[in-house]
């Protein structure tokens, strides 16, 4: 039987100095490993999605922990039989993960650690506001009851939501969540940062959630988006029912490729207005790029996910 490859998901906020040095020191110790997907480095942190062997993982991990303090690491493992990344790709960023908003610092403030265990205290406190710090489309298809939907296309929006929408006159609790936990750990921040003085957010995300909570117990509804090629997943993690358009990344349910917009590889309902020709004709030659290259028994490059 094929081994399993061990797919990494980890992030840690923590002060970097010389990210430029460390992205070469970490190359050059994991360079010629099985290891495919993505890592980012930033002043604040690393963030990243990676697979390989077991023997592999370890050596990496091993190594990030030689660079950097890793004591507040999120990390997270799952598995496949195939590496989902066809390459290793190691990024210098501003942001690990982008607010667009200079002075936020998760590692000296940041909001209190909620554990999925607890989650559902928080939900069931009227006094609370609980806030989806997730996009408009993750929202669309799964969240927790009574969450509110800041309607934001990207996370760089939400602190405009914020100054337009909340006072600490009108909102003295207030909690946060969102897929593995990384964007609550800004948003936690930047919502200190500006007054609010009782914030929480939920403690590994969605993600956490989902798979330590039974679902007869849970206050999740529907599924939940992440950015890989199982598309969404529900309780315990099972993969759920959304396919993915490849023209916008969005989710797609099996009602919306009935449409006369969805075109594979091309198009759906959401996004075919927002595409122009030249664009059809580009993810059109893409498309017929990927299927040569099944048929040849390759992975083709646009086959790719965005991992976030």
């Given amino acids: 039987m094929q081994n399993k490859l061990i797919v990494a998901a980890l992030y840690c906020f923590v002060s970097l100095d010389d990210i430029a040095k460390i992205r070469q020191e970490i190359l050059s110790h994991i360079s010629h490993l099985d290891i495919k997907g993505t890592l980012l480095l930033a002043n604040e942190g690393i963030n990243g999605t990676v697979a390989g062997s077991r023997e592999s993982i370890t050596i990496l991990m091993k190594t990030l922990e030689s660079l950097c303090d890793l004591t507040k ?6 598995y496949a039989y195939s590496n989902p990344f066809l390459r290793l790709k190691v990024k210098l960023k501003r942001e690990i993960v982008t607010l667009g908003v200079k002075g936020i610092d998760p590692t000296s403030c940041v909001g209190t650690y909620v554990e999925p265990k607890n989650w559902n205290e928080i939900l069931d406190d009227k006094e609370v506001l609980v806030l989806d710090t997730r996009n408009d489309y993750e929202f669309e298809i799964g969240s927790f009851q009574g969450a509110v939907n800041p309607e934001t296309n990207t996370f760089r929006e939400f602190p405009r939501y914020v100054s337009e929408n909340l006072s ?3 909102f003295s609790k207030v909690a946060m969540f969102c897929t ?4 609550c750990e800004k948003a936690s921040s930047f919502m200190l940062k500006h007054g ?3 914030v929480y957010h939920l403690k590994g995300g969605i993600l956490k959630y989902l798979e330590e909570i039974p679902e007869s117990e849970s206050k999740w509804y529907g599924e939940c988006f992440v950015f890989d090629e199982r598309v969404a997943v529900t309780h315990g993690l099972a993969i759920g029912s959304y ?9 797609i349910t099996e009602n919306d490729k009935k449409s006369k917009y969805y075109i594979k590889g091309v198009s759906c309902p959401k996004c075919y207005a927002k595409t122009d020709d030249n664009q059809k004709i580009r993810f059109s030659e893409r498309q017929r790029q990927i299927e040569l290259a099944k048929k ?10 965005d991992i976030r």
Avoid: W
């Avoid at 593995?180 to 964007?183: C, F, L, N, P």
């Avoid at 396919?243 to 989710?251: I, L």
């Fill in 243 to 251: 396919d993915q358009c490849y023209g916008c990344r969005y989710p």
């Fill in 180 to 183: 593995g936990g990384i964007r």
């Fill in 296 to 305: 040849r028994g390759l992975k083709h490059l646009g086959e790719q996910y």
């Fill in 168 to 170: 600490t006159d009108n």
């Fill in 73 to 78: 690491i999120e990390y997270k493992e799952s």
């Fill in 196 to 198: 609010f003085t009782e």
